[in-house]
């Protein structure tokens, strides 16, 4: 049941997820708009049932369509349609058929969120959906309430299938230490939201040097600069340094002398989503953070996955646990349409924790709704 969508970037979807379709088509009809505004908002909302709002609103529509014809007033329609919601609400209340009794038992999450998997992933429901429990209940404060989606992350790595997705405890970032140092226990991370580089001047001005040794002193005041910056990281603590941008082979250089383990990252989300994680704030310029600016992890630790080299920040604190579902698969558009199925997931375990009940699914609850109404 996968449709090919093809957006106005020419980039290929192949998905059978609504809200990837609807959030990738051009729509340019006013209703049809609303609807796919409707889609959007239950998305953000619930995070998953957007087939059903699309189905729903366009059968609606559809049927009102026929009353038009037969002469009725579109205000009197809504009338009905509002009475037919309000029946619909009460009926609900007395339709539970199950109810999630405690949210960190992974035996009965995985029980509740597995066929919201299997509609988007059919075949390895249970592996996906054990995952998801793993990574949820890992994430999960101690008062559930608390619990965020964001703290569950998703990386996807090609090579593979997707049997070997694995949970990783933490942050995972594709990228290797720059420097020798691979593995810090209980570390300080200072995150500089800037490139880590010899300060260049503004102005070009012209130099004039009388012998050998002035050539050899030339750079050495500003590397002696640079190397006092890098020695007051050290002796703040700082042995995780990640920066935004390049990072010169001098920095490099010094960095290794001090064993400090340096990272560096294109994405300026990257960067927001570590700070947050180890709880630093990200510099814009190149000084020693104070102790308030930065970070803790328990453990930043070096790992190869499909010969990708990948980092792991993790921070064993109530507030900033966090899990990354390392997603396996042959190709990009499996991967992507795992990672919709994940996100499902864990929305679904968010919702379970605001409202634990459960009504009968495919299709009984709304056949009987409709035949009571």
């Given at each position: ?62 049927q ?23 029946k ?98 209980k570390?300080?991370v200072?995150?500089?939201n ?16 009388h012998?050998a ?23 703040a603590?700082?042995?995780?340094v ?28 990257e ?21 308030e600016e930065?970070?803790?992890?328990d ?13 792991v ?26 990672e ?19 009504i ?14």
């Amino acid at each position: 049941m996968n449709k090919m969508v093809i957006n106005y970037l020419e980039k290929l979807f192949v998905t059978s997820d609504a809200h990837t379709i609807i959030n990738e088509s051009d729509i340019h009809h006013p209703a049809a708009k609303m609807v796919a505004q409707a889609a959007k908002m239950q998305q953000n909302e619930a995070g998953d049932n957007t087939n059903l709002v699309l189905t729903l609103s366009g059968e609606l529509l559809g049927q009102a369509a026929n009353l038009i014809n037969m002469g009725l007033h579109p205000s009197e329609i809504l009338i009905g349609y509002e009475k037919a919601g309000k029946k619909a609400m009460e009926l609900l209340e007395g339709l539970t058929c199950h109810k999630l009794v405690d949210p960190r038992d992974p035996v009965e999450l995985q029980r509740c969120i597995k066929a919201v998997i299997a509609s988007k992933q059919f075949g390895i429901e249970d592996f996906l959906s054990k995952k998801i429990v793993e990574a949820c209940v890992y994430a999960m404060p101690t008062n559930p309430v608390k619990f965020n989606v964001d703290n569950v992350r998703v990386q996807k790595i090609l090579g593979g299938g997707s049997h070997d997705t694995q949970v990783v405890h933490g942050i995972v970032v594709i990228r290797g230490s720059e420097t020798s140092v691979r593995h810090v226990q209980k570390a300080k991370v200072a995150v500089f939201n800037t490139n880590i580089e010899m300060q260049q001047g503004e102005t070009k001005g012209t130099v004039l040097l009388h012998n050998a040794s002035e050539l050899l002193n030339y750079t050495k005041g500003e590397e002696d600069k640079f190397e006092s910056f890098i020695k007051k990281l050290a002796e703040a603590g700082v042995n995780v340094v990640v920066c935004a941008g390049s990072m010169s082979e001098l920095a490099v250089h010094y960095f290794e002398k001090y064993h400090i383990m340096a990272l560096k990252i294109m994405s300026k989300w990257e960067i927001k989503r570590i700070g947050r994680a180890v709880g630093a704030t990200p510099i814009v310029k190149l000084e020693c953070p104070t102790p308030e600016e930065m970070g803790y992890a328990d453990e930043v630790n070096f790992m190869e996955i499909s010969s990708r080299w990948c980092t792991v920040f993790r921070r064993d604190q109530d507030e900033c646990k966090m899990t990354t579902i390392i997603l396996r698969g042959s190709t990009n558009a499996l991967l992507d349409d795992c990672e919709r199925a994940i996100d499902n997931g864990v929305n679904a375990v968010k919702n379970l924790i605001r409202d634990p009940r459960l009504i009968p699914g495919a299709g009984a609850t709304e056949i009987y709704l409709a035949s009571e109404i």
